[in-house]
Each structure stands twice: as structure tokens, then as C-alpha cells.
């Protein structure tokens, strides 16, 4: 047996002799960054060899890892082996993280309660939200948030599948440990903070994307992540909380949103319920951006609606110094004469840059010419000498990077201006795919809504800048919040708007962009910066 200390705290770890170091720290709760579910590639799941006999340093692992961290005795814990008895440092603590809890909420008719109290919860990939809400007067009496602990197995839903894909054994069964567990410990800390025993909650109402719903339900997601991509239900669910280990009372049940499809979870049913768009006779559209860019537009009766992979750029991930919106996270930049200027959540020493801080960077790279609309930085070479943006840019060989801060170094290269191209391109697409198959143009939308933990924290300039939404929405854009959560809040007050909810998901039509006409062309189109 091998057996890790790790020095913050005096933890130890025993593992099998030869095990991989990434798996023994999960599997003993130790929090180690992995994005990539452990297929060394992000290079995010670094710590520190303070001592101990592990595998020889492999070509991919010493790519990832710069000189002087390797010097350092920085390892990426999912391409190394452990032997014997190793001391480590972890390199990355879990900070406070800005999450959203609450959203607009329209008029609605209450149900009458006399007694109890109800749970609502919005199940994301990145983050979760719990409330306990007071069943005869429907106050909110508390709430909680924490990141999905299920970002163990992988930051996106992919890469989840992907896991259950891989350990056909235990994957579906540790996935749902994981939310259940993190729902649990939600609902202790908002009773304890109203004061209300678990036994009296009578009704919990959960919102979230289909893989999500799957993993809760302990159901085999895997379908969802091959051709033809069908979940194993679409319509709402309900069952007895016990059931899968959610601790409330005997009789509390669980009722779970209805979905659409594999890529338009109930998060959206419940967002398009709460923005009216069954109701709707203008033409709007709604968008949630994240992970994924789901997007629904109202015209002429129609309730059309399609789900664009954006990938993880815009929520920090797959970025070379990226990291979710915590504290020391750069939310917001702007490049001027006399240098960068930086906007720091938690007013600290910057560390990384989260998905909002990646985008105005990059709308301010192409605002100074430092970045082509094409995606390119400008060649350093051409730039004179008394140019105050030439000191910015620096070679790694041949490649140019943009120095955002120096101490610490965080650089923005030309691998993240890709990336956040490439979410631009997936979401822009799928915005003007929708527009097509309605037969309308740009100016004729009347509004545009943005949903969500992410969209809440972009101002527009962001999103038109790096040319997400254009420009000419700019001043059509309403933000309305957490919307997920309010649609499980408004199904757990009504029975109607429940009814009303299951069947806005019957009539939302899914369209495939990959099936979409010239849709290839649409997406290249979509990739151009804007210019300035």
C-alpha cells in the first residue's frame, strides 16, 4: 500500500501501491482542479512533490507543466503514479465563489397551505442553489449555494458521461453520491439557519439540465452522450426523496422539471416559463450562456429552440490561467496607456481570470488592435517602439502572448483568444440558425432576455464587444437572473403553473443545429471578431 500525506492539515491517504495520484486525492476528498476529468490536457491539477517515490515525469506531462515550475517539484496529479510514502502540498485552495441565487419572478396565483415547508433547488453544471420556502405564505426563508462537487468527474456534462462511460461499474452510482450529498448538506444549512426541522419539509422541486437530472436520479446518462443523443425521459419526474438518499421527511416527495430534449434541460423549460414566452406576441429571444449556450425564440406562435456546445472558456476553464469566479478571480480589464487595469473579485492579488474577466479582455485586445478580427494577434514587430501596447505582447518561440499581469503571471495567449472564438461562434450560430428557420432578421427582434449564473455577471459591452450578441441587440438586452431556480420556486407554490410547465415543454420545438442548412457557413460567419 502507498500512503500520501498531504501538509495542509496533516491528512493521510492510503491507496494501492502504483495508483494514480489524481484518483487517491478525490477519492479521499482532498479538492485538486481537474477540468479535464483527469485526461491531461488542461494542465490544471498540479501539486507540489515534497517528498516520496512517484513515476518518471512522461513528454505530455513536462509540455503542460513551464521550467521553473518543474523545478519546483510541481507534478500534474493525473499523470503521475504514487509508490510508497509521498508528502505533497496542494497548490490550489477552494475559494468563496460569487454564485446567483435569485431572478425576476412574474405575477402568479399561489396554491393555499396551511403548513410545512418546501425545497427548491437549481441544479447546474458549475454551481447549485438550494431554498427552503414557507409553504403557507411562500417566503423564502433561506438559501445556500456551493459549486456542483460533481466537478470532480469533469467540469462539463461530457466529460460526466464520459466518467460513467469509463467506470460502467461505480460512475453512475458516485455521480449521484455526489450531488445527493452536496443537496443534503444545503438543506442542513438552510434549516439550521431558519430554524426548521428536515421533518417538516413536504415537497422539494428541483430545476436542471437533463444530464443533471439523469445523474440525481442515479439513471444512466450515457445515451445523452452518443448518437442519437435520446435521453432515458424527457418528461417531469417524481419520486420519493428517501429514495435516492436526499434526507428530508418519510413522505417528502421529489418532483423534477420536465425537459425537451438531451440539450434543453428544464433550467430552460423553467427559464422560458418564468420570462412569459408562451405568452409572449413579440419576437424575443431567451439565452442562457454557459457550458453550453441554450438559446429559445419566440416568433409569429412558434417556440423554437436549440443548444450550442460553447465549451467551458466562458466560465474560465480551458483558459491557460483561467479559474471560476472566485476570489483573486480578474472579472474585468481595460487596457490603457499607462497599463492594465484590473478589476479583482474580492478586492485581492489577482490569480486567474473567470469567463467575464476572459471576455473583456479579449473585447479589449480587439478594441486596441492588439487582436485581429480574425482571432490573430497583431505581429509584435510591427509595432513601433515608442507603441505603448508593444511592452504588452511578448514571443513564447513563435508564438505571441498578451501579458495581463506580471506578479503573479497571467498571460492571456493565442489558445484562449481561440477559445473564447470558438464560444462565440457556437452561440452567435445557434442565435442566427433560430433567426433563419423563423424567416425574421436581427432588427426584427423586440428583446432579448440573458439568463443564468454567467449572463448575470456580463455587461453588455462584454457581450456585443467580443461579438457574442451584435450590436445591434445591444440595447434590446434584459437581464432576468436565475430563472431555473424561480421556475422550480413557481411549480412549488402552483399546481397550474406546474401544468402550465409540463406543457410549455410539449410544445417547445428542438432544432439540430448540426442538421441545420448551411449551418457550417453560418458558424464560420459566426467565428469573425467584430471590429472597432
Not at 99 to 114: A, C, I, K
Not at 225 to 248: D, H, L, N, V, W
Not at 478 to 505: F, I
Amino acid at each position: 500500500m502507498a500512503e500520501i500525506r498531504i501538509r495542509q492539515g496533516n491528512q493521510k491517504i492510503s491507496c494501492p501501491d502504483g495508483s494514480n495520484l489524481l484518483d487517491a486525492l478525490l477519492e479521499g476528498g482532498a479538492f485538486v482542479d481537474n477540468p479535464c476529468s483527469g485526461k491531461g490536457i488542461c494542465g490544471k491539477c498540479k501539486v507540489k512533490l515534497l517528498s516520496g517515490k512517484v513515476s518518471a515525469m512522461t513528454e505530455t506531462e513536462a509540455g503542460l507543466l513551464k521550467e521553473e515550475e518543474i523545478k519546483a517539484g510541481i507534478r500534474l496529479s493525473c499523470l503521475t503514479e504514487i509508490y510508497g510514502e509521498a508528502e505533497i502540498e496542494l497548490l490550489k485552495k477552494e475559494g468563496r465563489h460569487k454564485v446567483l441565487t435569485r431572478g425576476y419572478m412574474p405575477e402568479f396565483q399561489m396554491d393555499s397551505y396551511e403548513s410545512g415547508y418546501g425545497i427548491v433547488i437549481d441544479i447546474g453544471t458549475t454551481t447549485v442553489v438550494t431554498a427552503l420556502v414557507e409553504l403557507a405564505t411562500g417566503k423564502e426563508l433561506a438559501n445556500a449555494s456551493m459549486i456542483n462537487a460533481q466537478k470532480h468527474y469533469g467540469l462539463d456534462v461530457l466529460t460526466r458521461i464520459t466518467y460513467e462511460y469509463e467506470h460502467p461499474d461505480r460512475g453512475v452510482r458516485e455521480l449521484q453520491d455526489a450531488i445527493v450529498h452536496s443537496i443534503n448538506g444545503m438543506i442542513g444549512e438552510v434549516c439550521e439557519e431558519a430554524d426548521v426541522p428536515r421533518g417538516e419539509i413536504r415537497k422539494i422541486h428541483v430545476a436542471a439540465n437533463c444530464t443533471m437530472t439523469h445523474m440525481l436520479l442515479g439513471v444512466d446518462a450515457r445515451s445523452i452522450g452518443r448518437s442519437p443523443y435520446r435521453p432515458e425521459f424527457i418528461k417531469a419526474q417524481t419520486c420519493m426523496a428517501r429514495e435516492i438518499g436526499i434526507e428530508a421527511a418519510e413522505d417528502t416527495k421529489l418532483y423534477c422539471l420536465p425537459q425537451v430534449s438531451a440539450y434543453i434541460g428544464a433550467d430552460i423549460v423553467a427559464g422560458a416559463y418564468v420570462c412569459e414566452l408562451h405568452k409572449e406576441q413579440k419576437n424575443v429571444l431567451f439565452i442562457d450562456i454557459g457550458t453550453n449556450g441554450e438559446i429559445v425564440l419566440v416568433s409569429n406562435g412558434r417556440i423554437l429552440c436549440c443548444s450550442c456546445a460553447a465549451g467551458p472558456a466562458l466560465e474560465g476553464m480551458n483558459i491557460s490561467s483561467g479559474m471560476r469566479a472566485a476570489e483573486g478571480a480578474i472579472e474585468d480589464v481595460e487596457i490603457t496607456e499607462k497599463g492594465v487595469r484590473l478589476k479583482v473579485i474580492g478586492d485581492q492579488k489577482p490569480v486567474g481570470i473567470c469567463g467575464s474577466g476572459i471576455l473583456a479582455v479579449v473585447k479589449e485586445l480587439l478594441r486596441t488592435g492588439l487582436v485581429k478580427k480574425t482571432g490573430v494577434f497583431v505581429k509584435k514587430e510591427k509595432l513601433k517602439d515608442e507603441d505603448y501596447r508593444k511592452a504588452m505582447i511578448r514571443l513564447n518561440g513563435t508564438k505571441r502572448e498578451f501579458i495581463l499581469h506580471e506578479n503573479p503571471e497571467i498571460l492571456v495567449t493565442q489558445g484562449d483568444v481561440r477559445q473564447v472564438q470558438l464560444a462565440k461562434g457556437a452561440i452567435l450560430s445557434g442565435f442566427m440558425a433560430l433567426l433563419n428557420k423563423a424567416g425574421i432578421s436581427m432588427d426584427d427582434l423586440d428583446k432579448v432576455m440573458i439568463a443564468g449564473q454567467f449572463g448575470a455577471h456580463l455587461p453588455a459591452d462584454s457581450l456585443t464587444g467580443v461579438g457574442i450578441l451584435p450590436e445591434e441587440v445591444k440595447d434590446k438586452l434584459v437581464y432576468v437572473g436565475n430563472s431555473s431556480k424561480t421556475g422550480a420556486y413557481m411549480t412549488l407554490m402552483s399546481k397550474r403553473v406546474k401544468e402550465e410547465v409540463e406543457a410549455l415543454a410539449e410544445e417547445m420545438e428542438y432544432m439540430e443545429l448540426a442538421e441545420t442548412d448551411n449551418y457550417e457557413r453560418i458558424f464560420t460567419e459566426s467565428m469573425i471578431f467584430p471590429t472597432f
